[in-house]
T-cell receptor, first 114, second 109 residues
Framework: DGGITQSPKYLFRKEGQNVTLSCEQN?????MYWYRQDPGQGLRLIYY???????QKGDIAEGYSVSREKKESFPLTVTSAQKNPTAFYLC?????????????FGEGSRLTVL | ELKVEQNPLFLSMQEGKNYTIYCNYS?????LYWYRQDPGKSLESLFV?????AVKQEGRLMASLDTKARLSTLHITAAVHDLSATYFC?????????FGTGTRLKVLA
């Protein structure tokens, strides 16, 4: 089955540690996105990538980094510079080109800083 | 500034009643999306509206788009408990997708 796989589902981190959240898709989609969701809030864009080896900052990129070395993969690193990283992180992808533009989401990763 | 406003933010309604959720967005866009999120879960796509006047229906939910008014609506007909969730609208602008803050719907038996 085609889809988006995020791992881990739950992650606990000590203050000062970097952590990397994995996002893999087998939908052959060109574009990939990372969003952050805080309790009771909407989604805020962290980074997005339209093609391999290219990515752009979203609205809240500070304290985060990404890479896009393969079409299928778009990992997000939450660095120690992110002051309030506890949140639900959602990865999404879109086919690209002339299409409906519909975003498909992974199941999410919940990060808690201890 | 790219912005989406949804109202109401919270909605508690009796089973069998009708209601409408409103989504206003700040810039010209021909594409509007509705998603559903259950507690602790990811987002599930409900509707994709691609042009002015588009109307789509699935079960008790119907979505419409008026691009001139920059307004989309999600109408709920004869609500049932299973519709309890948070509903988000989003529009796309230059590769970015801007989401509303969501409408938390609770349907009471």
């Amino acid at each position: 089955d085609g889809g988006i796989t995020q791992s881990p589902k739950y992650l606990f981190r000590k203050e000062g540690q970097n952590v990397t959240l994995s996002c893999e898709q087998n939908l052959n989609h060109d574009a990939m996105y990372w969003y952050r969701q805080d309790p009771g809030q909407g989604l805020r864009l962290i980074y997005y990538s339209q093609i391999v080896n290219d990515f752009q900052k979203g609205d809240i990129a500070e304290g985060y980094s990404v890479s896009r070395e393969k079409k299928e993969s778009f990992p997000l690193t939450v660095t120690s510079a992110q002051k309030n990283p506890t949140a639900f992180y959602l990865c999404a992808s879109r086919r690209g080109g002339i299409d409906t533009g519909e975003l498909f989401f992974g199941e999410g990763s919940r990060l808690t800083v201890l | 500034e790219l912005k989406v406003e949804q109202n109401p933010l919270f909605l508690s309604m009796q089973e069998g009643k009708n209601y409408t959720i409103y989504c206003n967005y700040s810039t010209t866009s021909d594409r509007l999306y509705w998603y559903r999120q259950d507690p602790g879960k990811s987002l599930e796509s409900l509707f994709v509206l691609l042009s002015n006047g588009a109307v789509k229906q699935e079960g008790r939910l119907m979505a419409s788009l008026d691009t001139k008014a920059r307004l989309s609506t999600l109408h709920i007909t004869a609500a049932v408990h299973d519709l309890s969730a948070t509903y988000f609208c989003a529009f796309s602008g230059t590769y970015k997708y801007i989401f509303g803050t969501g409408t938390r719907l609770k349907v009471l038996a």
